[in-house]
């Protein structure tokens, strides 16, 4: 089993993910001790302060627009509860079982921090759910990103309290029910752990991260298909020249460039200089740009998500030294997910547009007239009788169009909520539930290049020669379509096919 731990300072992409996909018995999360110690600080703040009848918002008051509505000392427990309730909220389908994992985790992450002022063993409990495969129902939609997630995050808390409904092994059933199987007791909060559960980014940030993972693969296996397009194409490599790349000096654009070329080594189903040819259509000869540009956004996504794995985002937040004789109970904007918001639509819009560039090539390859004759129309040879693939093309225009949709950014859209008290919102969660269907559509548009650019070959072989080699990389996804996938004589039932070609490209992307 391998283990995890949490201090709120470390948490990384390979742990997150770890977690997300992993079985639940085999990792284990647990918490560092000086984190242990730093959350016992925190509470123990908590504590002194409802003693000496301090006022503090979502402590001893009410919370939004009840902000000035004072509680009683022996109240403060129902108040934590009641936010629980409350907040629960969410509608929609839940999330999977690797995203509600990764949601506890970063969850549980930001609390070890030692900011918060929950209690240790309500910290415990939840890593005890992680490790235990007890998984809360998370509906996926009702949050505005600000204050934080906090309608799912109360259904994430809910089995903390034994409320709501859990997945536990292959059963959706009650969580006390669950947590009596596993033999572990729900609690009682404690003055500011429902506020401290509810409130941050952790949601969006899960998604995000999840898709921003997903991306990395997709903008990999894009050079691939692209470049599988090219070769069917009878394209030239000319224009991915090192010297024409780096005298515009964009770091992505050169990486890619030089994947390219790394991808079709040794290719003979390019073309060289040629006079009467002597440059491709920009599908081809600007995937550098167009990709490395993509990979921008992937990049910036991932920089900040670093940050945010790490950062402490419910409100308020507690200070306290030493000996919790001065505390400082301070309320910010943390928990405001504009950051993550505008970077996650930054990311939609460049995946949008890997998959419009993909559909592109896909036109290419099937409409004879723009392929210069080097491929029959649709990648048929009795057209008229076969539609071969022109609906395959089709598809992918359909995909596409939903996706430049999707791209509308959500971070632009704000709806003022709790009586005008929390007036501007990120819609940050929007932005990350777009972004995911916008990957799961190009990850069918990649799939239907792949299956249209194998067709386009298998033309090209009959014009070359059966024995001429394709590039380093782009051999091996075609023998890869070819396992599962023969060349379309005539029409048949091409779903069957499209279904299969997309189970490979999530077997490298997932």
Same mark, same amino acid.
């Given at each position: 089993?391998?283990?995890?731990?949490l201090?709120?300072?470390?948490?990384?992409?390979?742990?997150?993910?770890?977690?997300?996909?992993?079985?639940?018995?085999? +990792?284990?999360?647990?918490?560092?001790?000086?984190?242990?110690k730093?959350?016992?600080?925190?509470?123990?703040?908590?504590?002194?302060?409802?003693?000496?009848?301090?006022?503090?918002?979502?402590?001893?008051?009410?919370?939004?627009?009840?902000?000035?509505k004072?509680?009683?000392?022996?109240?403060?427990?129902?108040?934590?509860?009641?936010?629980?309730?409350?907040?629960?909220?969410?509608?929609?389908?839940? !999330?999977?079982?690797?995203?509600?994992?990764?949601?506890?985790?970063?969850r549980?992450?930001?609390?070890a921090?030692? @900011?918060?002022?929950?209690?240790?063993?309500?910290?415990?409990?939840?890593?005890? /759910?992680?490790n235990?495969?007890?998984h809360?129902?998370?509906?996926?939609?009702?949050?505005?990103?600000?204050?934080?997630? /906090?309608?799912?995050?109360?259904h994430?808390?809910?089995?903390?309290?034994?409320?709501?409904?859990?997945? @536990?092994?292959?059963?959706? *059933?009650?969580?006390?029910?669950?947590?009596?199987?596993?033999?572990?007791?729900?609690v009682?909060?404690?003055?500011?752990?429902?506020?401290?559960? =509810?409130?941050?980014?952790?949601?969006?940030?899960?998604?995000?991260?999840?898709? =921003?993972?997903?991306a990395?693969?997709?903008?990999e296996?894009?050079?691939?298909?692209?470049?599988?397009?090219?070769?069917a /194409? #009878?394209?030239?490599t000319?224009?991915f020249?090192?010297?024409?790349?780096?005298?515009?000096?964009?770091?992505?654009?050169?990486?890619?460039?030089?994947?390219?070329?790394? +991808?079709?080594?040794?290719?003979?189903?390019?073309?060289?200089?040629?006079?009467a040819?002597?440059?491709?259509?920009?599908?081809?000869?600007?995937?550098?740009?167009v990709?490395?540009?993509?990979?921008?956004?992937?990049?910036?996504?991932?920089?900040?998500?670093?940050?945010?794995?790490?950062?402490?985002?419910?409100?308020p937040?507690?200070?306290?030294?030493?000996?919790?004789?001065?505390?400082?109970?301070?309320?910010?904007?943390? !928990?405001?997910?504009?950051?993550?918001?505008?970077?996650?639509?930054?990311?939609?819009?460049?995946?949008?547009?890997?998959?419009?560039?993909?559909?592109?090539?896909?036109?290419?390859?099937?409409?004879?007239?723009?392929?210069?004759?080097?491929?029959?129309?649709?990648?048929?040879?009795?057209?008229?009788?076969?539609?071969?693939?022109?609906?395959?093309?089709?598809?992918?225009?359909?995909?596409?169009?939903?996706?430049?949709?999707?791209?509308h950014?959500a971070?632009?859209?704000?709806?003022?909520?709790?009586?005008?008290?929390?007036?501007?919102?990120?819609?940050?969660?929007t932005?990350?539930?777009?972004?995911?269907?916008?990957?799961? #559509?190009?990850?069918?548009? *990649?799939?239907?290049?792949?299956f249209?650019?194998?067709?386009?070959?298998d !033309?090209?072989?009959?014009?070359?020669?059966?024995?001429k080699?394709?590039?380093?990389?782009?051999?091996?996804?075609?023998?890869?379509?070819?396992?599962?996938?023969?060349?379309?004589?005539?029409?048949?039932?091409?779903?069957?096919?499209?279904? =299969?070609?997309e189970? +490979?490209?999530?077997?490298?992307?997932?």
């Amino acid at each position: 089993m391998e283990k995890i731990v949490l201090d709120g300072q470390s948490l990384n992409f390979e742990q997150v993910l770890k977690v997300a996909f992993s079985e639940y018995d085999q +990792i284990e999360v647990s918490l560092y001790e000086e984190a242990i110690k730093n959350v016992e600080k925190s509470a123990k703040a908590v504590e002194k302060l409802i003693k000496r009848g301090e006022i503090a918002y979502g402590i001893t008051t009410g919370f939004g627009a009840f902000k000035d509505k004072i509680i009683s000392q022996k109240e403060v427990e129902k108040l934590q509860k009641n936010i629980l309730l409350s907040h629960a909220v969410g509608v929609g389908e839940p !999330f999977d079982i690797p995203t509600t994992r990764a949601i506890m985790l970063i969850r549980a992450n930001t609390l070890a921090r030692g @900011y918060s002022g929950i209690r240790i063993e309500t910290l415990q409990l939840l890593l005890n /759910l992680i490790n235990e495969g007890i998984h809360p129902i998370i509906p996926q939609k009702g949050s505005l990103g600000a204050s934080g997630d /906090l309608a799912p995050l109360a259904h994430m808390a809910l089995p903390l309290i034994g409320e709501g409904e859990v997945t @536990y092994g292959s059963e959706k *059933i009650k969580s006390v029910d669950a947590l009596q199987r596993a033999q572990l007791k729900s609690v009682k909060l404690a003055a500011k752990e429902g506020l401290a559960l =509810t409130n941050g980014t952790t949601v969006m940030t899960a998604v995000g991260l999840l898709e =921003t993972h997903k991306a990395t693969k997709l903008a990999e296996l894009a050079d691939v298909s692209g470049c599988l397009s090219l070769e069917a /194409l #009878n394209g030239t490599t000319l224009a991915f020249d090192e010297r024409i790349h780096s005298l515009r000096p964009h770091p992505r654009q050169n990486e890619c460039a030089e994947n390219l070329r790394d +991808i079709l080594e040794g290719s003979e189903f390019t073309r060289g200089y040629d006079p009467a040819n002597i440059q491709d259509a920009y599908t081809l000869r600007c995937m550098p740009q167009v990709h490395g540009a993509c990979r921008d956004a992937i990049a910036y996504a991932e920089w900040l998500l670093k940050l945010e794995l790490n950062a402490v985002t419910d409100n308020p937040l507690i200070f306290c030294d030493e000996n919790c004789e001065k505390i400082d109970v301070i309320s910010g904007g943390n !928990f405001h997910g504009e950051p993550l918001a505008l970077a996650f639509d930054y990311l939609a819009i460049a995946l949008s547009e890997l998959g419009n560039i993909s559909e592109r090539r896909i036109m290419r390859l099937t409409d004879e007239a723009s392929n210069a004759h080097i491929l029959p129309a649709f990648l048929t040879e009795k057209g008229g009788l076969n539609s071969g693939f022109m609906i395959v093309q089709y598809t992918a225009a359909a995909l596409c169009t939903e996706n430049k949709v999707l791209s509308h950014p959500a971070s632009v859209d704000t709806i003022p909520t709790s009586a005008n008290v929390e007036d501007h919102v990120s819609m940050g969660a929007t932005s990350a539930l777009k972004l995911r269907e916008i990957a799961e #559509n190009l990850k069918t548009i *990649i799939s239907l290049e792949l299956f249209a650019a194998a067709q386009g070959i298998d !033309f090209r072989k009959e014009e070359i020669g059966k024995d001429k080699k394709l590039g380093k990389k782009t051999d091996e996804i075609y023998k890869l379509i070819r396992e599962k996938i023969p060349f379309i004589q005539e029409d048949e039932l091409m779903q069957t096919h499209i279904q =299969t070609a997309e189970k +490979i490209v999530a077997s490298i992307v997932n």
